[in-house]
């Protein structure tokens, strides 16, 4: 076996597999730095948190600087180190910025999370152009944007994980939902192709496309406030196999799976924590 690994290289020795103990730290991001866009509520909040939980130090960033503010708040209780930026992802200079606050405070970006989204829920016979550029401006184009430029940081270092926040209505349809299943959609193929351009570098790329989740963030509150919302919400638990919508901490074990040394050999994947929504 000696002798065939030295003729075909990349086949890892017998003993490049580290034991059980060292396992243990697959799934630690100590001393680690993640930039997280998105960060100001919901989801992006949530990603933050868990990840300063498991020793990252994190920069937050949003549109909504008082959130995200609120976000770095939370992270520095926790003992890391935060830096909040407000950031708009459609303008390539706010997103540029952005990592070069990054990388002046902390020398280098380990971990990318790019998570903002928004939604208009019409019928595509109602939603006009002008909606669909806007859905498709923050979820799609931003999602480019925060990629290229944490690509030049980490192709630069020849190392770094990004996780791109899709959605389960990327890989299935839904009415009134025609940009943003576009959008998400296309954040999978995108994914794609930056995982194969960067792989030589290191730099591993995937997607994360939950189902429906808790955070109870501002979308959460709109389905739980209302009797429409609630009526919709339990339309949507009673179509999920497993008979539930996911708790924020079900979204955030794989999330920090994906920025760990444990995925270190997976890019261009998706991974879809939905309680088996797609399955159906």
Known sequence: MAAVREAISGIPADDDFPGPDPVKELFSLRDRVAVISGAASGLGRQIALGLASVGADVVGADVNLEGVEETIGEVRAIGRRGVPLKVDVTQWNDV???VDRAVQEFGRIDV???VPGINIRKPALDLSPEEYDQVLDVNLKGMFLCCKALGEVMVR???????????IFGSCGAPRMSAYASSKGGIGQLTKVLALEWAKDNVQVNTLAP???????PIARQYLETEEGRTMMRAIVERVPM??????SEIIG?????????????TGALVVPDGGWIAQ
Do not use: C, E, W
């Not at 270092?157 to 959605?167: E, H, L, P, Y």
């Open 96 to 98: 540029r910025a952005m």
């Open 112 to 114: 990318g999370f790019n």
């Open 157 to 167: 270092q020849k190392r770094g994980k990004i996780i791109n926040i899709a959605s």
């Open 211 to 217: 189902g429906y989740h808790m955070t109870y963030g």
């Open 243 to 248: 008979g539930r919508v996911a708790h924020a």
């Open 254 to 266: 794989p999330a920090i799976f994906l920025a760990s040394d444990a995925a270190s050999y997976m």
